[in-house]
């Protein structure tokens, strides 16, 4: 029962006249992530995470949104260039919106920019600490150029925020192996 009534308190924070600040700054993402770090319900912290990344995903700004809209959707198409263009606008005009930020530090990511990627990352993270996507990024751009400790930390970080992280603890069970057969 307990769980129900978290839900429908975070179901009426989502939905009813809050105002909306968009973006990292959204007044209604605190009790999410409070929510998301006592849960102990696999279903309720999925329903959680959605809301969090919904509310990442507002900037306040019908344009900022619009060009985060067509750089998601040529994401999606392998359409590289246009998906840059769109997020080069988006940290250009919205230097402040952490998701702009992360989203265009994904696109380096698969193009294989990790360094690109990093620093896209480290400025989502400045502002938004709280940005579990962001952490596990970097853990997967870590592994990538092989440094494990690091990816390791960042998966760890990624856990620490969202402890049902799809994924987090299997890599985490993997670089522990590693980075301690390595003796770090």
């Known amino acids: 029962m307990k769980n129900v009534l978290d839900w429908m308190a975070t179901s009426a924070i989502l939905s009813f006249d809050v105002p909306v600040t968009g973006g990292q700054n959204d007044p209604r993402l605190d009790p999410l992530f409070i929510a998301l770090k006592g849960t102990m319900d696999p279903d309720e912290a999925e329903q959680l995470e959605a809301g ?4 990442w ?3 306040g700004d019908d344009d900022i949104d619009y060009l985060m809209t067509v750089g998601i959707g040529a994401m999606a198409e392998r359409d590289g260039e246009t998906a840059l263009t769109a997020f080069n606008e988006v940290v250009s005009r919205a230097p402040n919106y952490a998701e702009g930020w992360n989203k265009r530090a994904t696109l380096f990511y698969l193009a294989g ?4 990627s990093i620093g896209d990352i480290k400025t989502t993270l400045r502002l938004e600490p709280r940005h579990f996507g962001a952490y596990s990024g970097l853990g997967l751009v870590y592994m990538a150029l092989g440094e494990e400790r690091k990816a390791l930390d960042a998966f760890e970080q990624a856990l620490e925020i969202h402890p049902h992280m799809d994924g987090a603890e299997t890599h985490i069970r993997e670089l522990r192996e590693i980075v301690k057969g390595r003796g770090f």
């Open 113 to 116: 920019e990790h360094e690109l």
């Open 52 to 55: 969090i990344w919904a509310l």
């Open 57 to 59: 995903g507002l900037s």
